[in-house]
C-alpha cells in the first residue's frame, strides 16, 4: 500500500493568496484527520470525516480555513487568504472504522506563508 | 490547565539506560490512550496504545494510572534509534471521536 498521500510537500506563498492542500487516504480507510504542527501549539486537530462526512471541525481556525472530502479517495484543506501566521506542516491522516484510533500520516505538507 | 501535557524535555540518555516518561490529562471522562513517535521532520507514528492493566512491546511498557490522570512509557535499554519525540494521545468518551495529542517530550540517546 501507498501509504498516505500529500501534496505538495512543500508550499511557498504569499499572504492574501490561496492555498489548497491535497489528501488521498489508504484506499478502505473510513476516517480522514487534517492536523497542523507548529513548535508553538504542537500537533492540533482541524477537521475529521467519517465516511466523506464532516464529524467535527471544531478545531479549523476560522472562516479561512475550509476542508472537503468529495470523495472516499481524496480531501482538500483550504486557506483563503493565508496569513503568516498560517506557516505550519500540515498533516492529513486516515484509520479505519473499528481501528479509529490507530491513524496513519501522510508525509505533510510545509506551508511558508511570507 | 492544557488538556494533556507532557514534559517537553530533552531528556539525554546514554545507550542502554532506562528512561521513562509521563503524560498527564485533565479530562477524567478519556477513554483511550496511545503513544506515537515522531522522528525529526517526519510524521507520528503509532508506537503503542496503552492499555488499563499496562503492556509491553519489547523494550517498551506503557502504563495507565486512571487515579492520577496520567500515563507512562517506559523505554529499556535505549538504543541510538529510540532519539525521537514520543507524543501521548487521549481519546474523550461520547459524542464525537476527538484525539488530542500531547506536545511531545523529546528523547535524545547518544553513544
Known amino acids: 500500500d501507498a501509504g498516505v498521500i500529500q501534496s505538495p510537500r512543500h508550499e511557498v506563498t504569499e499572504m492574501g493568496q490561496e492555498v489548497t492542500l491535497r489528501c488521498k487516504p489508504i484506499s478502505g480507510h473510513d476516517y480522514l484527520f487534517w492536523y497542523r504542527q507548529t513548535m508553538m501549539r504542537g500537533l492540533e486537530l482541524l477537521i475529521y470525516f467519517n465516511n466523506n462526512v464532516p464529524i467535527d471541525d471544531s478545531g479549523m481556525p476560522e472562516d479561512r480555513f475550509s476542508a472537503k472530502m468529495p470523495n472516499a479517495s481524496f480531501s482538500t484543506l483550504k486557506i483563503q487568504p493565508s496569513e503568516p501566521r498560517d506557516s505550519a506542516v500540515y498533516f492529513c491522516?486516515?484509520?479505519?472504522?473499528?481501528?479509529?484510533?490507530?491513524?496513519?500520516f501522510g508525509p505533510g505538507t510545509r506551508l511558508t506563508v511570507t | 490547565r492544557k488538556e494533556v501535557e507532557q514534559d517537553p524535555g530533552p531528556f539525554n540518555v546514554p545507550e542502554g539506560a532506562t528512561v521513562a516518561f509521563n503524560c498527564t490529562y485533565s479530562?477524567?471522562?478519556?477513554?483511550?490512550f496511545f503513544w506515537y513517535r515522531q522522528d525529526c521532520r517526519k510524521e507520528p507514528k503509532l508506537l503503542m496504545s496503552v492499555y488499563s492493566s499496562g503492556n509491553e512491546d519489547g523494550r517498551f511498557t506503557a502504563q495507565l494510572n486512571r487515579a492520577s490522570q496520567y500515563i507512562s512509557l517506559l523505554i529499556r535499554d535505549s538504543k541510538l534509534s529510540d532519539s525521537a519525540t514520543y507524543l501521548c494521545?487521549?481519546?474523550?468518551?461520547?459524542?464525537?471521536?476527538?484525539?488530542?495529542f500531547g506536545r511531545g517530550t523529546s528523547l535524545i540517546v547518544h553513544p
Open positions: 491522516a486516515s484509520s479505519l472504522v473499528g481501528q479509529a484510533y490507530e491513524q496513519y
Open positions: 494521545v487521549v481519546i474523550r468518551s461520547g459524542g464525537s471521536y476527538i484525539p488530542t
Open positions: 479530562n477524567s471522562a478519556s477513554q483511550s
